[in-house]
């Protein structure tokens, strides 16, 4: 760990002027930007502590939606009454991820935010352009594991671990950021960022610019589940995960919106799989079609060659269970 | 004055079972566990030791080659560095148990990939680790394309050969046969409390705080590897906290922290990062494997076959001892044992919990399961059919068996069904369900032993030696045997452990510690039994003592006046050895469930039943027998060692992603006791029991799951993608 200077400001606007300066970096539950400096991973000179600005709420959305704030615990968004009704999905994502204790402190923004578990990534003795542009990819032609299938690059090939954003993308949630003195609003499914040549790069922020909460959608019909594929049945990343919200109609798929987690450097979502599935009848070769519509560019790198047949599959479970058909 | 009793022949009578105070096998709480559970008990690095400096080691990075330069300036500059320490007595990998003397010391020639080389002292921590991360050494690395990282790909060594008869031709002739080939991953130990030391030096005398399994050898490496006598060093080790084999031997941060002290003459603690403990102690070997059975048509071994290829650094002599207990487990004419070893660059292999049973057992207890299969017999069955009456090779009669029951008794609890057995029989929603079973065998361990009692005139009691308590219990079975021995409450009996000023122990390793420290305690027992009966002028078998005196009578200080007595207990193995096969034996049986679609593995229910002698304390050996289920379950489903075969560098070292198994991955646990005496294991007849509990379990939950989904996976840890690539769809 390298010395580094600690910032605790009180306010939005000056948590946002403070991270603007170079290597300056906010510091919410600190659960992975504490252990990757203790790795040298990440060596930011500035640490702001966002733990006083008052983002911790969980409120209600003038359009029937909800808001989290960037700082309201994992745990706290996970048994939110709220939460819990109307979004399910999303509070079962969570509880799925780490360990109670890191829940407890684990925040909305530092979850979305949260970097990969590349084990050359978080070992400074090795190549990866993600921690050193230009220093090549460790992973590839390595152990390459629990590596993306999906929208990788020559230049990365790791996943985005959580599975918070998975549940977040399929709600089509939007994160709220503040920076410069200004606002936007970013769909979840667009926040993140695929690896192309910029692979030291994970997600839309920009320096100076801080997520202040994440917005969902009001609520919609149909049944909301998500499948975390592990070998262990806690305390692990997911292999694969998928998040969905079917609605059936007569007989007949009415909505189908899916996200998949462990399959690329984003919460993957194909709005192609939308496209097929509704209007038809749930079966296994529609499971099938949907399956080879969405790895149909998936590349393997060795090990992970296993990630192709286990999403298939688990998709189909997934369908099969939101359906209700037996396979 | 001193007890001494060296075994050469069994020991029929045991004088703990006419005793009058009755704790012995009692289900005690360990007496430490209030003070672990508070956070109150002190581990190797918690000492407050005023002054003291902070080291952290240096490793290379690269796995073979040499370190030609270390610039040390850079590193100096930091801020609250006070020293860099490359000096050539450092040593380079950890000592494999009981060596007794320190192991490869040249750091400079690197050998695996995070091999320490240098320790870097400041004055906090955080200084020590950012500095440590600005030394700069010049290397010279041989070619990596040249590095042997894979074992498949380099010419082995031969360990161990035995053959008898004519496996080959046994195994064309006979009706049923089974050939097949596995691996097991390689494993750590992942203890939890990290390697670490604090080393002060007064320049007459070393002292050592230092989490280690085997104080009584552990010195001799000490002592060797800085180069002083070992009347000058002293390591105390009161707690530790899990070592598994990883600390047997000395390691790297033993060593480095007391060349620093020495040198600086200021107390300095060295403790491993997470990440150091994976990439530098003992690893457990991954194996290849190929077993092959030959069996008559009812079943009836005719041919054994168990070879396998593990690897190790060049130079050591530790072969990982796969074949340990294939050697006298089954019967069989026609038998063929190989163990080869495979010389790779990764950090130096060595024991973890029950080396060789822990990874042979499985393969083989899943080859039996295909055998079962083939021959239409039901598994359980089958292994009592094969139960051999002597060492099938060398003839020698076993001490004691429990085999026969604890497969009856196991299955019995479990509710085994020795109908006939098919696959995907079972399925309740998107989850196939099966039942597995397997037997269990590790060979018993037994060393030398001293200890100290003394009985005091108050009615309590001292036990001393440097005997280490790992977890397992060993402070609380100690105060039961004095307490059984000297008619005194346990609580009346303090135990004073791990500091290398008492008597030497025979260390915590190869589950002989309890046996062997026990029966070094009972022999000073006696001791003071046989002046006791002066003092109360009976004979022995008159001398009933219960609650601190004699049954119905004096006191003990009534008896003893103001005088102590105190007895040495020497206790040595002897020539019983080589008369007697001495393991222990069990049965396991498993429920797993097997997702369907995603072949994820979960295990519903297991049962364990195990014969190891006298229990000492119930409770305690639970514990051990449920650890080492939990162990099964991890080297079933979970755990491995993930090595980059191009520079063998280890890639996953953390516990994030080594993964033991969780608290949900683990069911209830029922354990089963077979209670029986071994006379010829020890004189208290008792046996191990620490690594039984992992020897074989995971061949019940494979062969559980091959009957809950018709996947036979034959590589260990048995993953979800393993399990969905051999599942029939
Ligand atoms: C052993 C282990 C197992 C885990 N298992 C899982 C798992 O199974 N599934 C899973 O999803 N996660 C898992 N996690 C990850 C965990 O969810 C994250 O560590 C956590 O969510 C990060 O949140 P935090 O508030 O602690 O972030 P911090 O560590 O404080 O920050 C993380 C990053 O986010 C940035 N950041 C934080 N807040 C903001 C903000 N408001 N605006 C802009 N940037 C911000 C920080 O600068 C930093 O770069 C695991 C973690 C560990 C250590
Ligand atoms: S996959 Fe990405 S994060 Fe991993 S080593 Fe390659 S560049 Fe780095």
């Given at each position: 760990m390298r010395p580094f200077h600690y910032t605790r400001p009180e306010s939005l606007n000056h948590a946002s002027q403070l991270t603007a300066s170079s290597n300056a970096v906010p510091l919410a539950g600190g659960t992975n930007l504490v252990d990757l400096m203790k790795l040298q991973v990440e060596v930011p000179r500035k640490l702001v502590d966002l733990n006083r600005i008052g983002m911790e709420t969980i409120a209600e959305a003038p359009d029937g939606g909800l808001t989290i704030g960037a700082l309201a615990s994992n745990t706290a968004t996970a048994v939110h009454a709220r939460v819990r009704s109307d979004y399910p999905l999303l509070s079962r994502a969570i509880l799925s991820g780490a360990t109670q204790q890191l829940r407890n402190k684990?925040?909305?923004?530092?979850?979305l935010c949260q970097r990969t578990r590349c084990s050359y990534f978080t070992n400074i003795d090795q190549p990866c352009n993600k921690r050193q542009p230009g220093s090549g990819c460790g992973a590839l032609g390595g152990v390459a594991r629990l590596h993306a299938i999906l929208g990788t690059s020559a230049q990365c090939i790791a996943t985005y671990p959580g599975d918070m954003a998975v549940a977040l993308a399929a709600l089509d949630a939007r994160v709220e950021i503040t920076g410069h003195g200004s606002h936007r609003s970013v769909p979840v499914r667009a926040f993140h960022l695929l690896p192309g040549d910029r692979p030291e790069r994970d997600n839309v922020l920009e320096a100076g610019e801080i997520i202040t909460a994440v917005t969902l959608p009001p609520p919609v019909k149909g049944r909301q589940i998500y499948r975390k594929v592990r070998e262990r049945s806690s305390y692990a990343f997911a292999l694969v995960s998928v998040a969905a919200i079917v609605a059936?109609?007569?007989?007949?798929?009415?909505?189908?919106?899916?996200?998949?987690?462990?399959l690329a450097h984003k919460p993957w979502h194909d709005p192609r799989l939308a496209d097929l599935l509704i209007g038809e009848q749930p079966s296994a070769a529609l499971f099938d079609k949907a399956a080879c519509l969405l790895l149909e560019n998936a590349r393997s790198h060795g090990e992970n060659e296993f990630k192709i047949p286990l999403t298939r599959r688990t998709l189909a479970a997934v369908l099969a269970e939101a359906t209700e058909i037996d396979l | 004055m001193t007890g001494q009793f060296t075994q050469d022949a069994p020991e029929t009578e045991c004088l703990l079972d006419s005793m009058r105070q009755d704790v012995i096998g009692k289900p005690l709480v360990r007496i430490d566990a209030l003070a672990k559970a508070t956070g109150t008990a002190t581990y190797a690095a918690e000492y407050p030791v005023k002054d003291c400096l902070e080291g952290v080691l240096v490793?290379?990075?690269?796995a073979r080659g040499r370190i030609t330069g270390i610039d040390i300036d850079t590193c100096l500059a930091c801020d609250g560095v006070v020293a860099v320490i490359d000096n050539e007595k450092l040593i380079a990998r950890c000592a494999q148990g009981t060596a007794g003397e320190a192991p490869v010391q040249e750091v400079r020639k690197v050998a695996y990939w995070g091999q320490p080389f240098a320790l870097v002292v400041a004055e906090t921590f955080e200084q020590a680790r950012d500095a440590s991360k600005h030394l700069k050494?010049?290397?010279?690395?041989?070619?990596?394309?040249?590095?042997?990282?894979?074992?498949?790909?380099?010419?082995?060594?031969?360990?161990?050969?035995?053959?008898?008869?004519?496996?080959?031709?046994?195994?064309?002739?006979?009706?049923h046969s089974v050939d097949a080939k596995f691996t097991t991953a390689g494993h750590a130990s992942a203890a939890m409390e990290p390697h670490a030391a604090i080393a002060q030096w007064d320049g007459q005398t070393?002292?050592?705080?230092?989490?280690l399994q085997m104080l009584n050898y552990n010195i001799s490496e000490l002592a060797d590897a800085v180069g002083l006598e070992e009347n000058q060093v002293r390591i105390v080790s009161r707690f530790v906290g899990g070592g598994f084999g990883s600390k047997l031997g000395i390691s790297a941060e033993t060593v480095a922290a007391s060349l620093a002290a020495m040198q600086l003459k200021r107390p300095v603690r060295v403790a491993m990062s997470r990440q150091q403990v994976f990439q530098c102690v003992m690893r457990r070997s991954e194996t290849s494997q190929r077993m092959r059975l030959a069996a008559g048509k009812d079943g009836t071994l005719q041919g054994f076959g168990h070879e396998a290829l593990v690897s190790n650094l060049p130079d050591e002599q530790f072969a990982e001892p796969v074949l340990q207990s294939s050697e006298f487990l089954y019967a069989g004419d026609n038998r063929l044992l190989t163990l080869d070893l495979a010389r790779v660059h990764r950090m130096t292999a060595g024991s973890v919990r029950a080396p060789g049973e822990a990874v042979g057992m499985p393969t083989l207890e899943v080859a039996m399961d295909m055998l079962a299969e083939a021959c239409s017999i039901d598994p359980v069955e089958l292994r009592l059919k094969n139960i051999p009456d002597r060492h099938p090779m060398k003839g020698t009669p076993f001490s004691s068996h429990k085999l026969a029951e604890c497969l009856q008794q196991g299955a019995e609890a479990f509710g085994w069904d020795s109908g006939l057995r098919k696959p995907r029989q079972r399925r309740e929603g998107e989850w196939w369900i099966g039942t597995g079973m397997a037997s269990a065998a590790r060979v018993h361990n037994i060393a030398k032993a001293k200890a100290r009692v003394t009985l005091n005139p108050d009615g309590t009691a001292l036990v001393e030696s440097d005997m280490t308590d790992l977890g397992t219990g060993t402070y609380t079975i100690l105060g039961q045997i004095a307490g059984e021995m000297l008619g005194l409450d346990p609580s009346n009996v303090l135990v004073d452990l791990g500091d290398t000023r008492l008597p030497r122990g025979p260390g915590s390793g190869g589950s002989w510690g309890a046996a062997s420290i026990a029966s070094a305690v009972y022999v000073a027992c006696k001791a003071i039994r046989e002046k006791l009966t002066k003092y109360a002028n009976v004979t022995e078998g008159e001398l009933n003592l219960k609650d601190g005196g004699v049954e119905g009578g004096a006191s003990f200080a009534q008896l003893l006046g103001d005088k102590e007595l105190r007895e040495e207990g020497h206790y040595e193995p002897g020539d019983i050895e080589d008369d007697y096969v001495a393991a222990g034996f069990g049965a396991y049986f498993a429920e797993v469930r097997v997702n369907a679609f995603t072949g994820e593995t979960r295990v519903n229910r297991m049962t364990g039943a195990f014969g190891f002698g006298r229990v000492l304390n119930e409770r305690t050996a639970r514990s051990q027998c449920q650890g080492g289920m939990v162990w099964s379950i991890g080297a079933a489903l979970t755990e491995a060692l993930h090595f980059d075969p191009r520079d063998g560098h280890l890639v996953n070292c953390d516990l994030a992603e080594y993964h033991?198994?969780?608290?949900?991955?683990?069911p209830e646990l029922e354990v089963?006791?077979?209670?029986?005496?071994?006379?010829?294991?020890?004189?208290?007849?008792?046996?191990?029991?620490?690594?039984?509990?992992?020897?074989?379990g995971a061949a019940a939950i494979a062969n559980a799951i091959y009957n809950a989904c018709g996947a036979r996976v034959r590589d260990f840890p048995i993953t979800p993608d393993r399990?969905?690539?051999?599942?029939p769809d």
């Open positions: 684990a925040t909305t923004g530092g979850n059936m109609d007569s007989g007949r798929i009415a909505r189908a919106d899916l996200a998949f987690g462990g | 490793t290379a990075p690269f050494i010049t290397i010279q690395d041989d070619d990596l394309s040249d590095i042997p990282c894979d074992p498949q790909a380099v010419e082995p060594e031969n360990q161990q050969y035995s053959s008898q008869g004519d496996l080959p031709h046994a195994m064309t002739e006979a009706p070393l002292t050592v705080h230092a989490s033991v198994p969780v608290n949900r991955d683990v089963i006791m077979v209670e029986e005496r071994d006379p010829a294991a020890s004189p208290i007849q008792a046996k191990g029991i620490g690594e039984l509990g992992m020897c074989g399990v969905v690539a051999c599942m």
